[in-house]
């Protein structure tokens, strides 16, 4: 392994941005740049042992900066939608603002995949890691507390691992997690639609017209949302006319309650493409996994190597609380209290299946 460091541009600021290349002797690789901790590259063999780029994104800093999508970038501090951009702590209310509607999504106006953070590198036991950290003051964004954030990415025998860490001296709220879209095919290959998703969830959060949850757990039995078995997405698409929830969505767009065993890290999905043999595991010990299908993804720049992303070119799992959790006594809650850690983990693992 090694860790190879480039420069990747300046922000407006003047601010120094940084790429570091996470490398196997194989030849698979991991990118993070510093701005808005974000995956940049992921690079892993098919069946034959061919190299391509997994993850969707750009080749230069000015298009992170004016593309909206939150394409590959670190969440926060809260991942997913609030509705009507409010929340109670502690019997007083948080006003925060709205920039999707009346309602808040991942982080505000300027989230945490807006900030540049700081970044080390560290090794043990032969496992490359990148630690990057920043702060967040209180009442940034609206939130209470000031929060001291820390995500280690660490890669190794095709394991990329996202260790998420946080304390704060108020109680606050907190939802992490990355926007990275997946396409195993290839990020200049097309749509995702012919690959085949599992979920391991019973169950998945209702959401009303705006995406915001009714506060319904519902069955997942009898729905397109019924992802036990491998699913091919193009199948479950097709499905939008029957199931209001889709059509709110545009597709898939909603998290899923992770049907869990026991304690510590569980397996929330796996995602397949025959046509190359690529498989992304995905293992978490957050209660929760967004599905986004990249419904609405669509660029107005040429991603890396000129492609132009169109709807489905990509799809996104992010693990999390639920969705609006701070309004919602029944969902896991999403509170971390004055001195105490956040600390969660999430796995993507890549490997290959011989059978189509």
Known sequence: MSIVRAPFGVMPSGEAVDQYTLQSEDGSAVSIITYGGTLTSI????????????CLGFDTLEKYLHVPGYMGALIGRYANRIGDSRFELNGREYRLFANEGRNTLHGGKIGFNQKVWKAETASEEGLDSLILTCESADGEEGYPGNLSVRVTYSFGEGELTLHYEAVSDQDTVINL??????NLAGHASGTVNDHFMQINADRFTVVRDDCIPTGELRPVEGTPFDLRGSVRIADGLARMDEDEQMRFGKGYDHNFVIAREGEGISKAAELFDPATGRVMETFTDMPGVQFYGGNMLECDFDGKDGVRYAPHGGLCLETQFFPDSPNQPDFPSCVLRAGDKYDYTTVYKFSVREDA
Do not use: E, I, M, Q
């Open 177 to 182: 997690t990355n926007h990275c879209y997946f």
């Open 43 to 54: 690079r892993v063999p098919d069946r034959t042992g061919k190299l391509a780029d997994v």
